[in-house]
């Protein structure tokens, strides 16, 4: 069940809105103060936060900019008396998605609502898809630069690392020793590309041979690939 913030101080607004969301199986917690909403930010996570401007305390731009200092993701709906644009422009500068005027049709408030967690659930699963690379048994967690084969953590030197992660990215391109030389060196690199070769061998003897595999390949002439 998602869970969403409401924090809206009119009273029967603030009910009838928790009534929509609730008959939608929402799990809805309401604030009626910015200064306590900010404290419970703090303390809970949310899927969605429906965040009235005109607050007692802390006004709903200064919720949000607060907000937006330690969590980016998590979608916020502003809800606002005022269909100015300057007041839309000063709601997406503090960091909202998306912006509500009063008075508005619960339907549209439940869509926007919905649209703004699923937008969220993609962005999500997308850096995640980008975070942590999977080819076959082989598992690589780009931000802990943590790989794991089989199940078992595999401990690699910084330009290990670095080179596997070139020639799984390259989705079995066959890529040169020149062009390994100069992704991971850089042009500055002065040596021969005989390093790469140590190097591919240092991976064999970590990535695949425990593990009985034959993933690091040789294409002769041509230069290296990974095969899933």
Same mark, same amino acid.
Do not use: H
């Given at each position: 069940?998602?869970?969403?913030?409401?924090?809206?101080?009119?009273?029967?607004?603030?009910?009838?809105?928790?009534?929509?969301?609730?008959?939608?199986?929402?799990?809805?917690? /309401? %604030?009626?103060?910015?200064?306590?909403?900010?404290?419970? =930010?703090?303390?809970?996570?949310?899927?969605?936060?429906? =965040?009235? !401007?005109? =607050?007692?305390?802390?006004?709903?731009?200064? %919720?949000?900019?607060?907000?937006?200092?330690?969590? /980016?993701?998590?979608? %916020?709906?502003?809800?606002?008396?005022?269909?100015?644009?300057?007041?839309?422009?000063?709601?997406?500068?503090?960091?909202?998605?998306?912006?509500?005027?009063?008075?508005?049709?619960?339907?549209?408030?439940?869509?926007? @609502?919905?649209?703004?967690?699923?937008?969220?659930?993609?962005?999500?699963?997308?850096?995640?898809?980008?975070? %942590?690379?999977?080819?076959?048994?082989?598992?690589?967690?780009?931000?802990?630069?943590?790989?794991?084969?089989?199940?078992?953590?595999?401990?690699?030197?910084?330009?290990?690392?670095? !080179?596997?992660?070139?020639?799984?990215?390259?989705?079995?391109?066959?890529?040169?020793?020149?062009?390994?030389?100069?992704?991971?060196?850089?042009?500055?690199?002065?040596?021969?590309?005989?390093?790469?070769? @140590?190097? !591919?061998?240092?991976?064999?003897?970590?990535?695949?041979?425990?593990?009985?595999?034959?993933?690091?390949? /040789?294409?002769?002439?041509?230069?290296?690939?990974?095969?899933?």
């Amino acid at each position: 069940m998602k869970k969403i913030l409401l924090i809206e101080d009119d009273p029967a607004l603030n009910a009838n809105i928790k009534e929509a969301l609730s008959a939608e199986n929402l799990e809805v917690d /309401t %604030v009626f103060d910015g200064e306590l909403a900010g404290r419970i =930010l703090r303390k809970t996570a949310f899927d969605c936060v429906i =965040l009235d !401007i005109n =607050l007692p305390g802390k006004n709903g731009y200064e %919720v949000c900019r607060s907000f937006r200092e330690y969590d /980016t993701s998590t979608p %916020v709906l502003m809800l606002t008396a005022f269909g100015e644009l300057e007041d839309k422009v000063q709601g997406y500068d503090c960091g909202a998605d998306d912006y509500l005027t009063k008075p508005f049709y619960m339907r549209e408030l439940l869509l926007r @609502v919905n649209s703004l967690i699923k937008r969220s659930e993609n962005t999500r699963a997308d850096r995640q898809g980008k975070e %942590v690379l999977t080819v076959d048994d082989l598992v690589i967690y780009q931000a802990q630069k943590r790989v794991t084969r089989q199940g078992k953590e595999v401990l690699l030197t910084p330009r290990e690392y670095q !080179i596997l992660v070139k020639l799984i990215a390259g989705r079995g391109e066959v890529l040169s020793k020149k062009e390994l030389v100069r992704e991971i060196w850089g042009n500055a690199f002065d040596g021969n590309t005989n390093t790469i070769e @140590v190097y !591919i061998n240092f991976l064999r003897n970590k990535i695949d041979k425990p593990f009985g595999k034959e993933s690091i390949r /040789t294409r002769v002439g041509y230069g290296y690939y990974f095969e899933d």
